[in-house]
């Protein structure tokens, strides 16, 4: 046990870095890291499972910092423990250009950084991922190897987001009683107190959603320990709201909004030290304060050397298959198994559609990877991603590999990313491509944080039809287009969706989205080819040397492309066709090759059922574009397609039109 004094002393450590941090930087938030110190200080001294010497450590706790605006509350905790690479230094440098310490905490800057936060309620909802991964992997290797918890901290802007009830609801649902997360009940937001915009009642709200729900003075050590005890022991996920005081420490300014995002100002920084007693200059820590911070950070040495041991006493495919997934490998047998899967595709020649195509790839790659884990937001039949070797989970039963999200886009992107960087699994999941929108705050994040995450977007054009104009994707491929670091996939049919898949899923650093039809294709690979096309971004499907007019296409568009093709040769203009079936893999070829691939032909024209932004990087400024314009419509997908000119003879005509 650590005396009441001394814990005092190891908060205001806590409280001291974060003020002498944000005044240096003359930037930042320093209220939620003083408010929030007891609370850290009680997880990180007694609970938390973590060894900073070795902090990949795969059973290690994880602690999301979900008010990630209170950023150096965890880049105090990471040096004050003693992670090698978070140094004082660092910490001076709170908020400037290359340091590991940004203004909100960024997952691969610093060790100990599980995830980046800053989008409020994002690492709640990560937090369910990491959850949901380790009851997964428990049931797989056993509780020698996997049997952790999964810690948060969060505000009232994480909770009032409403991609939080999205996560909860689901976390509920699942009973994951290995998940605590601490609210820093303040009453504070930037504009004032929180009854200015909401009034919810959260312990009722958690109660609602089948959490287990405590109430605790967020600066009484002990009720906090006792907290964490209580959550240790219950059978559904913990909602621990720490009544704190924001600022706490600072006397003229505590329990105010003029805490949350400013600093505190020479004098009233002077006015906490004499206040809290702390006599140490900026950025000193006294010695004693920091040996007993850092003994705290060895507390687990021992647990985690006789993890690795049991590891390696394990059996040796057990052994062997733990460590492949924890290093994102894939198995050796992938590459073949996609290519022989090609062969088949190139005997039955199919018109499918590429969602039922993907489907069918799936069937090959949940059979050779068993850390895929698979999902949906409630649009299982139509998305086509369960397989035969996905059972579904239940809150009672987590052997399956499928997830049911239910009607939470939002939630389940930023789920996926959790149980990404978890490790040991790959999540890919479903939905309608117009409903990227929802999903799109996760898919930047998974983008910005190079992590391996699928997203299967189904429905990818007014080929939805009937549906009409509220599901049909009009500028959602562009959107999706303009991320960095995501690979955006529209396979024009079997083949391409298997290589799209095996392109997807060898990416450990970025993730990747599938659009997908609704509607059969007829097949454009008609001939066995063993080098993955797709790895290329774009290659000629039809060539012709004196071509007069070069075609782009993604997807279904493929196919028009190629019957206009033909129709302009039977009229004595030679054109070729080329298929684009990830943009981003195109532009990272060596010049020669973009260049080869664009061509000299002197018409240029892209054929996409979505808008033209984007393809000018092929087609030029004064190029040829056929596709959308507006909005679509609710109708047979035929006649939708005849309607807005996304047809064969609509790119006939314009090629005539430029030639004339």
């Known amino acids: 046990m650590i005396s009441r004094d001394k814990h005092n002393r190891m908060a205001n450590a806590i409280r001291f870095l974060a003020m002498d941090a944000v005044e240096k930087a003359n930037s930042g938030h320093p209220g939620l890291p003083m408010g929030a110190a007891d609370v850290a200080t009680v997880l990180f001294t007694r609970y938390l499972k973590f ?123 699942l009973k994951l009683n290995k998940l605590v997360l601490f609210w820093d009940d303040n009453n504070i937001t930037i504009d004032g107190e929180v009854g200015l915009s909401d009034s919810t009642d959260q312990i009722a709200r958690f109660q609602a959603v089948h959490w287990n729900t405590i109430r605790v003075d967020g600066h009484d050590p002990d009720a906090i320990a006792a907290a964490i005890e209580a959550a240790h022991k219950s059978d559904r996920p913990t909602f621990i709201a720490c009544k704190t005081v924001i600022g706490f420490g600072a006397p003229n300014k505590q329990g105010t909004h003029k805490v949350h995002g400013n600093p505190l100002g ?70 073949s198994s996609i290519d022989a899967f090609k062969k088949k595709i190139i005997e039955n020649n199919p018109t499918v559609a590429t969602r039922k195509a993907s489907e069918d790839s799936l069937e090959v790659i949940n059979g050779i990877l068993p850390e895929m884990i698979g999902g949906s937001a409630d649009l299982t039949p139509s998305n086509n991603t ?103 996939f529209r396979p024009a049919d079997e083949t391409e969706t298997a290589e799209c898949w095996q392109l997807a899923l060898e990416q450990k650093h970025r993730p990747s989205a599938l659009a997908l039809t609704r509607q059969n294709l007829a097949p454009s690979r008609k001939e066995y080819e063993e080098k993955n096309l797709s790895a290329y971004g774009a290659y000629e499907l039809v060539s012709a040397s004196d071509a007069k007019v070069s075609i782009f296409a993604s997807g279904s568009e493929v196919e028009v492309a190629l019957k206009a093709a033909a129709t302009l040769k039977d009229k004595g203009v030679s054109a070729r ?21 664009i061509g000299k032909a002197p018409v240029k024209i892209a054929v996409e059922a ?21 909005f679509g419509a609710s109708a047979p997908a035929k006649d939708l397609f005849k309607h807005f000119g996304i047809t064969a003879e609509a790119v006939v005509a314009a090629v005539e039109a430029k030639l004339a």
Request: with cysteine; charged share 20%; net charge negative.
């Open 610 to 630: 979505a808008i033209r932004q984007g393809w000018d990087y092929f087609i030029g400024n004064d190029g040829a574009f056929v596709g959308m314009h507006s």
């Open 266 to 335: 020479a004098e009233e920084i002077a006015a906490a030290r004499k206040s809290l007693n702390w006599e140490a200059e900026a950025f000193v820590i006294p010695e004693d304060v920091l040996d007993a911070w850092r003994l705290a950070g060895l507390r687990s040495t021992k647990t985690r050397q006789d993890w690795e041991a049991r590891l390696e006493a394990a059996e040796a495919g057990k052994k062997a298959e733990f460590k492949r997934r924890f290093a994102g490998d894939l198995p050796g047998n992938f590459d």
């Open 577 to 597: 066709v080329v298929s684009v079936p990830c943009f981003e893999l195109f532009k990272e070829q060596p010049e020669t090759y973009r260049n080869a691939i």
């Open 386 to 488: 369960k397989t035969s070797q996905m059972k579904s989970i239940t809150p009672t039963d987590f052997s399956g590999r499928y997830l049911h999200y239910g009607i939470r886009e939002h939630g389940m992107a930023a789920a996926m990313n959790g149980i990404a960087l978890h490790g040991g699994l790959i999540p890919y999941a479903g939905g309608f491509l117009i409903f990227s929108d929802y999903c799109r705050p996760s898919i930047r994040l998974a983008a910005l944080m190079g992590i391996r995450v699928v997203h299967v977007l189904t429905h990818d054009s007014i080929g939805v039809g009937e549906d009409g104009p509220t599901h049909q994707p009009v500028e959602q491929i562009a959107a999706l287009r303009a991320i960095p670091n995501l690979l955006v």
């Open 51 to 173: 060894d900073p010497k070795a902090p990949l450590w795969a059973d290690r706790d994880r602690f999301v910092l979900s008010a990630g605006h209170g950023s150096m509350l965890l880049y105090s905790l990471l040096y004050l423990t003693g992670y090698e690479d978070m140094t004082i230094d660092e910490i001076k440098r709170f908020r400037q250009f290359g340091s590991k310490t940004a203004g909100h905490p960024e997952y691969g800057h610093a060790t100990g950084i599980e995830t980046t936060t800053g989008p409020l309620g994002q690492g709640i909802a990560n937090a369910v991922g990491m959850a949901i991964a380790e009851r997964k992997l428990e049931e797989e290797f056993g509780s020698d190897l996997q049997s952790h918890f999964t810690y948060v901290l969060c505000g009232d802007g994480c909770l009032m987001e409403g991609i939080s009830h999205e996560a909860i609801a689901l976390a509920g649902h």
